[in-house]
C-alpha cells in the first residue's frame, strides 16, 4: 500500500484547488479558477477557500510564493500536492474503468 493512501479520497473542493494551482494564483483567483474549471458548477465561498488554503498550507501540499501584489497571497502547488494529485487521478480513473466494466458508462 502507498504510504499516501491515508490522505486519499480528496474531497471535490481540494482536488479542484490543487488542479487550479497548476500556475500561482492568489485564494479569490482559486475560487474563479475552481468555477471555470467545473463549468459553474463548484463555487467556493470565501471561508471555505481560506480554511482549506490553511490546511493545504499544513499538509504542504501548497507553498506560498512571492508576489509583486503586496496585498494578496499567492499560491502555487508543491512536489508533494502534485504526487497527491496524481495518486487520486489514478484512483478515480480505476473507479471510471470499473463503472465502463460494469456497463454504466452509457447514457442516462
Not at 482559486?30 to 463548484?42: A, K, P, R, T, W
Amino acid at each position: 500500500m502507498h504510504k499516501n493512501v491515508e490522505d486519499l479520497p480528496l474531497t471535490e473542493t481540494t482536488f479542484y484547488i490543487l488542479i487550479a494551482l497548476n500556475s500561482p494564483l492568489h485564494g479569490y483567483a482559486i475560487m474563479q479558477e475552481v468555477e471555470n474549471l467545473s463549468n459553474g458548477n463548484v463555487k467556493i465561498a470565501a471561508g471555505t477557500m481560506y480554511g482549506a488554503i490553511e490546511h493545504l498550507l499544513k499538509l504542504k501540499w501548497i507553498k506560498s510564493v512571492p508576489s509583486n501584489d503586496k496585498r494578496r497571497k499567492v499560491y502555487s502547488i508543491t512536489e508533494k500536492g502534485i504526487k497527491i494529485l496524481k495518486l487520486e487521478t489514478n484512483r478515480l480513473k480505476g473507479l471510471v474503468l470499473l463503472a465502463k466494466k460494469m456497463g454504466y458508462d452509457k447514457g442516462v
